[in-house]
């Protein structure tokens, strides 16, 4: 079992940079892919970054690639995602999540959210 807790959300200005974090529970953290997800109002949830538990690779949906980034340590079982030069239309409801599978399925565990808003 595996529960997740995401902290670091707000509002921010279009270019500007928010730090999302995730603490999860669980001794077995260092051996699930970690995945961050957004939904937009109306919109259905979508992927945006994952890090692979085994050798640390990571994974970009295209709109984000270049101006996110997503880490790990495991020493403190947390799973970071670094967002720069922010647009409105990253205004979402970020969730990580932990897998047992792959970067691209088998998502086992999901965080309750935290709200991203970017002021144009």
């Known amino acids: 079992q595996v529960q997740l807790v995401e902290s670091g959300g707000g509002l921010v200005q279009a270019g500007g940079s928010l730090r999302l974090s995730c603490a999860a529970s669980g001794r077995t953290f260092s051996t699930y892919t970690m995945g961050w997800f957004r939904q937009a109002p109306g919109n259905e949830r979508e992927f945006v970054a994952a890090?692979?538990?085994?050798?640390?690779?990571?994974y970009y949906a295209h709109s984000v690639k270049g101006r996110f980034t997503i880490s790990r340590d495991n020493a403190k079982n947390t799973v970071y995602l670094q967002m720069d030069s922010l647009k409105p239309e990253d205004t979402a409801v970020y969730y990580c999540?932990?897998?047992?599978?792959?970067?691209?399925?088998?998502?086992?565990?999901w965080g309750q959210g935290t709200q991203v808003t970017v002021s144009s």
């Open positions: 999540a932990a897998s047992s599978g792959s970067w691209y399925i088998g998502y086992d565990y």
């Open positions: 890090i692979n538990w085994s050798d640390n690779s990571t």
